[in-house]
């Protein structure tokens, strides 16, 4: 997705790991948004397609510009406006909201770059997953059964199973800054 994308292509190094965060933090409960539909360039999405490319979308028209800052002051009311599609919103609305909110003030509290360099220190998927619950909250699903605390962290695993894609696309942007200092 993120070769074929335009608009990903043009961002910075630094916008395309807010935009892939982003993008991970949201990623969740689609199975009931059947009717949450996202138009782009003639052709239809839903799902988790329809999350990227609402983002995109997002991102053209400069609702969400990709800075800590800025993104750490969208509004819920603003947020909605980059979902909505024919009047509907994905279902779990603020829930995501929370997540997108506990992802940004995470990155923004660890900093960007440290993060980025976190990222390629981590040699295991339990390190991964660790560093992951530790730093973003919204990724550690637990909950209480008979006095026993049961770890579930399916979004947190759900990262993990995508990890060599993205690890691949944070190498590629990584190589593209050495390059680009260099020349």
């Not at 689609?30 to 997002?58: C, H, I, P, Q």
């Not at 909201?97 to 339990?126: A, H």
């Not at 770890?151 to 390059?179: G, P």
Request: aromatic content about 14%.
């Amino acid at each position: 997705w993120s070769k074929t994308n335009q608009t990903f292509q043009k961002l910075s190094s630094e916008e395309k790991i807010l935009y892939v965060f982003i993008i991970e933090s949201l990623n969740f409960c689609f199975w009931s948004s059947y009717n949450w539909l996202v138009e782009y360039n003639g052709k239809t999405y839903r799902g988790s397609d329809s999350l990227f490319y609402s983002m995109t979308k997002a991102v053209e028209n400069k609702t969400i510009i990709l800075d800590i800052n800025e993104l750490l002051n969208l509004s819920l009311e603003q947020f909605k406006n980059v979902f909505m599609s024919n009047n509907i919103l994905p279902d779990m609305i603020k829930e995501r909201y929370n997540s997108f909110r506990n992802t940004i003030e995470s990155i923004s509290k660890l900093g960007l770059k440290k993060l980025i360099n976190d990222l390629y220190s981590i040699k295991s998927e339990n390190e991964l997953e660790k560093y992951i619950c530790n730093n973003f909250k919204s990724y550690d699903d637990k909950c209480e059964y008979k006095g026993i605390m049961i770890h579930f962290n399916k979004r947190c695993r759900i990262t993990q199973n995508s990890r060599r894609r993205y690890i691949v696309r944070f190498q590629q942007i990584r190589n593209y800054l050495i390059l680009s200092a260099i020349v």
